[in-house]
């Protein structure tokens, strides 16, 4: 009887799984190659594409052979990104690679590792006047609480996802799910989400939402009254009166200092909502999924009676259109004063279609934010709190797979990145649960050694592509199995 293959233990992130050899460890990322831990996917160099106004693009994004650095001759500019670089997990150690480089004649130093998030969320924008759910609600993915809707923003709805209390904070399955959802989104995948209280999304980085099975095609122009004065002109003397629906500040021309600088005349027309400066009306009705995110299927809901002592005629026309074009209806009033459906003349057309082209198409936005703390630090200098100060000075700047990041002001090292402008399935995830995100750390050499960088391991690219990193890439071995140990 022969002894079972030996187990080795994994120590690239805090779950430390034994990995029986040919097998992946929960993350399939690292993997027993004949009694050694390797990494199952390769590092991803990038190159900046000059013809394309300077874009950093992806130059090792290929179906993978098994060779874990690019074939070819590789140009100057190549950089690797913590793109399947591996963590300093546990954290005493350097980061995986400390790569020198000369830029413009200037000795520089990027620090490359992929970084275990337990605290990170996501910011969510999606581009819609529809009614999520009300500010604050719980967001949930496959029934478990994930996130909480925040504040609304100028034609877009704010989605707040993940968090250290969602990932670690709750049950195990709250934990699995949001990490789950969390990783969908960052690579570039859709995931629906439900609202308590409101409705049904799916969202996906850089694709218009999906709200209640519907697809959302505009993002609004603008609220009601900026309608308004960009689109008064151009009705003066072919309609008697515009109102611009809109769940925020309905407009109205013949009211409004657009339409009184223009000489406007009034119309008599009362609208049922607080008024709040001339021409500009507050809660016509409640937020939903019908005109310019109101309730409304039927916009002559929010007129009252039209006054004849104000203007109020029979014949008088009247335009009623959402900021986004999409919905509009044209009446004219009858003997009693009662707005009466007629087709919208042609000479009207070319406005409704114009705020429709106005309209910019609605997206979704999945910005990735995390807090570079703690002992991750201690992988790019031996004194971490240099490293806060520099990246916060902007002496060291740090991108994430290539990506540039926006720093949050004040203490720590809070970061938010583009999830499209990452190369396709940069993140990963342990199961903590925690997101796996790359990132580079680039600065001077000198300003390096200042700070009590890990100089003894500083290595030129060349070396790390012959020589790889700790954890080296599995090339051309028997194929991974990704059902776990």
Not at 315 to 339: H, K, N, Q, R, W
């Amino acid at each position: 009887m022969t002894d079972a293959p030996e187990k080795i233990r994994c120590d690239a992130c805090p779950v430390m799984c034994y990995i029986a050899p040919g097998q992946t460890g929960a993350c399939d990322r690292y993997a027993n190659a004949g009694g050694r831990i390797v990494r199952t996917d390769p590092v991803v160099m990038l190159t900046h594409a000059l013809d394309v106004g300077h874009r950093i693009v992806p130059f090792a994004l290929r179906d993978w052979d098994g060779d874990p650095i690019p074939s070819g001759p590789m140009p100057a500019d190549t950089t690797v990104t913590g793109i399947g670089s591996g963590t300093t997990y546990p954290d005493y150690k350097p980061a995986p690679f400390i790569v020198s480089s000369r830029v413009d004649g200037a000795d520089m130093v990027t620090v490359v590792t992929e970084a275990i998030f337990s605290y990170c969320g996501l910011k969510v924008k999606i581009d819609t006047d529809r009614f999520l759910g009300p500010e604050g609600a719980v967001v949930r993915a496959e029934g478990e609480p994930v996130g909480h809707v925040t504040t609304a923003e100028y034609g877009s709805q704010m989605l707040s996802l993940g968090g250290v209390h969602h990932l670690t904070g709750g049950s195990k399955a709250e934990g699995r799910v949001t990490c789950a959802a969390m990783l969908a989104l960052c690579n570039g995948d859709a995931v629906t989400l439900v609202i308590d209280g409101g409705s049904t999304v799916t969202v996906q980085a850089g694709h218009p939402p999906i709200v209640d099975g519907r697809p959302e095609r505009r993002m609004r122009v603008g609220c009601g009254s900026a309608t308004i004065g960009m689109f008064a002109s151009q009705w003066l003397g072919l309609v008697d009166e515009v109102v611009v629906v809109d769940d925020h500040i309905t407009g109205v021309v013949s009211e409004h200092q657009a339409g009184r600088v223009l000489g406007w005349q009034p119309t008599g027309i009362k609208i049922k909502g607080h008024r709040s400066t001339p021409g500009r009306y507050f809660r016509v009705s409640e937020p939903g999924l019908g005109w310019g995110g109101t309730k409304l299927t039927d916009p002559l809901e929010i007129l009252g009676d039209w006054n004849p002592k104000k203007g109020a005629r029979p014949g008088l026309t009247l335009l009623m259109v959402s900021t986004t074009g999409e919905e509009y209806a044209y009446y004219a009033l009858d003997d009693a004063l009662i707005p009466q459906p007629r087709p919208l003349p042609d000479r009207l057309k070319a406005t409704v279609g114009l705020i429709d082209e106005n309209c910019e198409p609605s997206l979704c936005t999945v910005l990735f934010m995390g807090g570079a703390g703690g002992s991750l630090r201690a992988g790019v200098t031996k004194n971490p709190v240099r490293l806060t100060r520099s990246v916060q000075s902007g002496i060291t700047r740090l991108t994430s797979g290539g990506a540039e990041c926006y720093i949050w002001p004040g203490g720590g090292i809070t970061f938010m990145v583009d999830v499209t402008r990452l190369p396709k399935g940069a993140f990963g995830y342990v199961p903590t649960p925690a997101l796996v995100a790359p990132l580079e750390f680039t600065l001077p050499r000198e300003d390096y050694l200042a700070m009590g960088g890990h100089d003894e391991v500083v290595r030129s690219l060349d070396d790390i592509m012959a020589n790889g990193g700790e954890y080296p890439t599995a090339a051309r071995l028997e194929p991974w199995r990704s059902d776990g140990i």
